[in-house]
């Protein structure tokens, strides 16, 4: 009787066989994890400039509010007491009281720091010692090449070069404010500029 059936391979994966499957599998599981890790790290970047952009557009409102209600000191002396370029010191009066308090915009390392310093005593005089610092942006990196605050005259148009340092206090109409921000240089999506600029009302062109 002839034997009619077809051969039947009984051949197994080889060990070899397997350990590149499991390999190329593992290969696979790393790289889904990985493609995730740096979608989420994307997405906290991005998230962490745009909390980090709304709030500072709304500090430098705050900025440009006290700037343009600048005005002579509760003692006479000019609105704008100094003008750096990473300093800026104004009287404001920013409370419901009569007196102008001396406003005082500076930096120490990457933050943006403001001093509010109310006049008293009897004859009024500011001191110091009373001045009220809090942060106002963090993790600022102009460096020397981007001023935090640069200063204009009456001239200015629009495209006007800022004048140069050291300013003259009585010549400044305008002030515009740029603060770069990136809360991890390590990591995407990278720094964001914040700029706002505001004039002084209080000031007439022939002071």
Do not use: C, W
């Amino acid at each position: 009787m002839i034997n009619d059936e077809l051969p039947q391979n009984h051949r197994g994966f080889t060990l070899v066989e397997v350990l590149i499957s499991v390999g190329i599998m593992v290969a696979i599981g790393f790289a889904i994890a990985n493609f995730q890790t740096d979608l989420f790290s994307i997405n906290t970047g991005v998230q962490n400039n745009l909390s980090a952009q709304l709030e500072g557009r709304k500090i430098l409102r705050t900025v440009i509010s006290e700037l343009r209600e600048a005005s002579p000191s509760s003692l006479g002396a000019f609105p704008l007491a100094q003008a750096g370029t990473s300093t800026l010191t104004i009287y404001s009066n920013i409370d419901s009281d009569s007196y102008k308090e001396r406003i005082r915009y500076f930096t120490v390392g990457n933050e943006l720091r403001r001093g509010v310093l109310k006049p008293s005593g009897n004859p009024l005089v500011y001191n110091s010692a009373n001045e009220n610092v809090e942060v106002m942006i963090r993790n600022i990196i102009n460096g020397t090449s981007t001023p935090i605050f640069e200063y204009f005259d009456e001239n200015y148009t629009g495209t006007t070069t800022p004048l140069s340092q050291p300013v003259n206090v009585l010549s400044v109409r305008l002030v515009r404010i740029t603060v770069i921000v990136d809360k991890d240089a390590n990591r995407p999506p990278g720094a964001i500029t914040i700029t706002s600029q505001g004039m002084l009302r209080n000031l007439k062109s022939n002071q």
